[in-house]
């Protein structure tokens, strides 16, 4: 297993937009389509991480983190999801500790994202590296009450 740089989601290949969209159903029972995901405004930049398991013939993917540039110092989180069966075994906490320090390296101070309000496992995550509820989000996800959250960019 490995976190890796990774593609815009326009550039992913059909078989590799298909994984997310199943990790996304999986993981937090929304649903998206191939198009919705290659139309996130996510760059190809340093943002993006893939983890890989490497121990298959094909390399899998079992969790992504999309980013793009926000406003001013802010890179807001497009998605952040990683399959449950590497939740609470450092992945998701390692995926983060490079993403802070790239985007730190790169002049940015702040995070911004959005989470599911049932997702009180994420925003604990969230909340322990300095990010609060900024405001509720109603009609966000197609699932239920969301919140953004916002904080500094710090492991």
């Known amino acids: 297993m490995e976190w890796v740089p990774c593609p815009s989601p326009s ?27 290659r139309l996130l405004p996510v760059p190809a930049w340093s943002g993006n991480m893939m983890l890989v398991n490497k ?20 890179v807001r989180i497009a998605a952040f999801v990683l399959h449950r069966r590497h939740q609470g075994k450092g992945w998701g906490t390692l995926a983060w500790e ?11 101070g702040q995070v911004q994202l ?9 925003q604990a995550f969230y909340q322990q590296r300095g990010m609060s509820i900024q405001r509720e989000l109603v009609g966000y996800y197609a699932s239920g009450l969301g919140y953004m959250m916002r904080g500094p960019l710090r492991a």
């Open 98 to 108: 490079r993403f802070v320090k790239t985007m730190v390296d790169e002049g940015y």
């Open 114 to 122: 959005e989470v599911k309000a049932a997702n009180h496992r994420a």
């Open 11 to 37: 550039d992913l290949t059909s078989s590799e937009c298909q994984t997310v969209l199943d990790l996304f159903w999986n993981e937090t029972g929304e649903v998206y389509s191939e198009t919705t995901v």
């Open 55 to 74: 121990e298959h013939e094909q390399p899998v993917i079992e969790g992504v983190l999309w980013a793009t540039p926000f406003k001013d110092d802010i």
